[in-house]
């Protein structure tokens, strides 16, 4: 509840940016930011450590089920005070949320809460959270436009689909707002490619997303969680107020490729979470960032011919979905996936990289990440040795990157806190001994 508030707080400084100068916004984020790493810091600590003994019996406590209706019922408020704060914001562009909307939305969606929390020992909680996160994205759906000064993200994909469809390249100039260029992954754009064709608005694809990824984890949690403690947590990300305030991002696909990963490694299915991965490689760029320890995590546990095979199968994914539209337009898709944001200036939250950027200059930003995230992985991948390690190095080298970026938006941080929350889960699965695993 905590760590959600505190990304609240700084991603909600941000619209008041243009009020005070930059320096006195950094400053402002500074002890935000030295917050948000402790907090992580204490969620995340390794097994055995004072610390992780203490959190652990807190978490467990926290992870009774008997707070996952408060916890719900909160963020569910904190959810929509966001989103008629959105409509405050951006009312110019066509969004029309009114409070007898939100009210209503609220004592409907409460009530359900409390039933399913009441039935069968809440044993329906984990579907109630589902229909309250699938009824605020549809809200957001049908309040909010996707207008191009605001919400050009999707429409870009869009506009890539349909070009796409109509058997030209993807990858060129197009106009959204201002001249951008496509700056996603195959993996990425072609996901909404069934709702392009068939005239539907694509953040539909967002909410089946967001749908399959919660369900993925709820069954996770009913294998390794009986008890049903878990679900708390369950409910604090997939009700991140975050979730439905930018209901116009492509982060629903990534989370769903993530989810679906870690829940087939967590249940054993190690190929067919291999070839998730390798989707999910040729989706986003934040996997690469990881590849290494999720290399280091299948040798640790499954084997040398595991790891090398995962090896084997991201160069097959690359080579399927990205090198024939390298090869269709070569300088378009550089230029739009490498040298778009090379020297972009873009920091609304979080970060260390204003401080050091006033140190090196932005074009060698990138050279430090890459070192960092390099130097990072050299000394965590040989202390790896299960699932709870992988996930522990996940947040913090996603974070490292994060911190470091000239480019950061606060919707990033949603990617540690599924490695967080997918932590929880595994400290809550039995160990496993030996590397004699289910591989299908």
């Known amino acids: 509840m905590v760590y959600v508030i505190v990304l609240l707080m700084g991603g909600l400084l941000f619209p008041f940016r243009t009020l005070m100068p930059e320096l006195m916004f950094q400053l402002m984020l500074l002890p935000l930011s030295a917050l948000l790493v402790i907090l992580i810091a204490m969620f995340v600590s390794p097994e055995g450590s004072r610390m992780s003994r203490l959190l652990h019996r807190f978490s467990m406590r926290i992870g009774s089920r008997d707070l996952t209706l408060p916890v719900s019922a909160a963020f569910l408020a904190l959810g929509l005070g966001l989103m008629l704060y959105e409509n405050t914001l951006f009312r110019q562009f066509g969004y029309h949320l009114s409070p007898v909307t939100a009210l209503v939305s609220l004592l409907v969606l409460t009530p359900i809460l409390l039933a399913a929390s009441r039935l069968a020992g809440g044993r329906f909680m984990g579907p109630a959270i589902l229909l309250c996160m699938t009824a605020m994205q549809m809200l957001s759906i049908f309040s909010f436009p996707l207008h191009p000064a605001r919400s050009d993200m999707l429409l870009l994909i869009q506009a890539a689909g349909e070009r796409f469809l109509g058997g030209d390249s993807p990858y060129s100039i197009y106009v959204i707002d201002t001249e951008v260029m496509l700056t996603y992954l195959p993996g990425l754009w072609m996901t909404y490619l069934p709702s392009i064709a068939l005239g539907i608005d694509v953040r539909f694809t967002n909410v089946l997303c967001l749908a399959v990824a919660l369900a993925v984890i709820l069954r996770t949690c009913r294998r390794l969680d009986p008890g049903r403690g878990g679900i708390v947590f ?16 492509y982060m629903p696909v990534f989370l769903l490729q993530l989810s679906l990963c870690f ?33 280091a995590l299948l040798y640790r546990m499954f084997g040398l011919r595991r790891a090398l095979g995962a090896i084997v199968q991201a160069a097959a994914a690359a080579l399927i979905l990205i090198v024939p539209f390298l090869l269709w337009a070569p300088d378009a898709m550089i230029q739009g996936l490498l040298r778009t944001w090379s020297t972009v200036y873009q920091i609304e939250t979080y970060n260390l990289s204003y401080w050091i950027l006033r140190i090196i200059p932005i074009q060698g930003i990138k050279l430090l990440q890459i070192l960092l995230v390099a130097l990072f992985c050299f000394f965590a991948c040989p202390r790896i040795r299960d699932m709870g390690g992988f996930f522990r190095g996940s947040v913090f080298v996603t974070l490292l990157f994060l911190f470091t970026s000239q480019l950061i938006w606060h919707y990033f941080f949603l990617i540690p806190s599924l490695f967080m929350l997918f932590h929880i889960l595994s400290r809550r699965q039995i160990p496993q001994h030996g590397r004699q695993h289910r591989s299908a």
Request: proline share 4%.
């Open 234 to 249: 369950v409910a604090a990300f997939f009700l991140n107020p975050w979730l439905m305030f930018r209901h116009d991002i």
């Open 263 to 295: 829940s087939l490694l967590m249940g054993n299915r190690i190929r067919t979470a291999i070839l998730v991965f390798c989707w999910s490689l040729c989706t986003y760029q934040y996997s690469w960032i990881i590849f290494p320890l999720f290399i």
